[in-house]
């Protein structure tokens, strides 16, 4: 399944923040959100829409990454 993973680098609210996500059509998953801490930040308490992220770049794709992404 890493061919549908790929994470993103990318701004919220001016903090850089890095976005777990995968292409997989047979999954339905909450994305994490952390920052450089690693800390979770759309926690069950606080809710980020991924609309809301901006500027973002892939900086890792699995192994023959099937996916297609347009920002």
């Known amino acids: ?31 994490p959100v952390l920052n450089c801490q690693g800390v979770v930040l759309n926690t069950g308490e606080n809710s980020i829409g991924l609309g809301n992220i901006e500027n973002k770049t892939i900086i890792w794709k699995g192994n023959n990454f099937v996916c297609t992404v347009d920002f």
């Open 1 to 31: 399944f890493m061919k549908y993973c790929y994470i993103v680098q990318a701004e919220f609210e001016g903090e850089t923040v890095f976005v777990y996500e995968d292409c997989n059509p047979l999954t339905n998953k909450v994305v």
